[in-house]
């Protein structure tokens, strides 16, 4: 094979390989200041930010929407960034919140017999935390997730967005200590 072929080869298999190396977030609000440990944190309402004319068919369900709660709980938790209290505990000092910019549920079936990015699965949410005392929004950003594999359930979107959203948080807090 000739040194040319080899380069186009590595090319190719760098553009393939590019797009899954990109951020799946951009933060719109970066943490100043560094977190109180321990954090005391609730998850509050993820609101519909969507259009209004979307038909409601197309928009989550209240159970999508619980289910990217309890998985901010859960990814909030695993990175030891804070106790997790219920919404209404006053106990909490901080509060996550946020809105679903961008929806689609997309199609298992698709995902699974044909491929190639049809039936995928995709959410944005514009996500915040919030200092309850001053109601100041001290860190947030927006973060998508994607489900292209057939064998993955469309709310899995929802899953990758809230670790995106506390791995990112971990990496300010960490930042923001030093």
């Known amino acids: 094979m000739s040194s040319r072929a080899r380069i186009l080869g590595l090319l190719l298999v760098a553009l393939l390989l590019a797009p899954g190396c990109a951020k799946n977030y951009v933060i719109t609000n970066p943490l100043g200041a560094p977190l109180p440990a321990p954090m005391k944190c609730a998850v509050g309402d993820i609101a519909d930010g969507l259009p209004a004319d979307m038909e409601q068919g197309k928009k989550p369900t209240a159970e999508d929407v619980q289910k990217l709660r309890r998985h901010l709980e859960e990814e909030i938790a695993n990175r030891r960034l804070a106790e997790i209290f219920p919404s209404d505990n006053p106990a909490a000092a901080y509060e996550?919140?946020?809105?679903?910019?961008?929806?689609?549920?997309?199609?298992?079936?698709?995902?699974?017999?044909?491929?190639?990015?049809?039936?995928?699965?995709?959410?944005?949410?514009?996500?915040?935390?919030?200092?309850?005392?001053?109601?100041?929004?001290?860190?947030?950003?927006?973060?998508?997730?994607?489900?292209?594999s057939g064998l993955e359930g469309g709310d899995q979107a929802f899953r990758r967005i809230a670790k995106d959203f506390a791995k990112a948080l971990k990496k300010e807090a960490d930042r923001a200590r030093k």
């Open 96 to 148: 996550i919140t946020g809105s679903v910019l961008e929806y689609k549920r997309g199609s298992g079936a698709l995902r699974f017999i044909v491929g190639f990015g049809a039936g995928n699965a995709k959410a944005t949410v514009g996500l915040k935390l919030i200092d309850r005392q001053t109601g100041a929004t001290i860190y947030g950003g927006n973060f998508s997730g994607t489900v292209s």
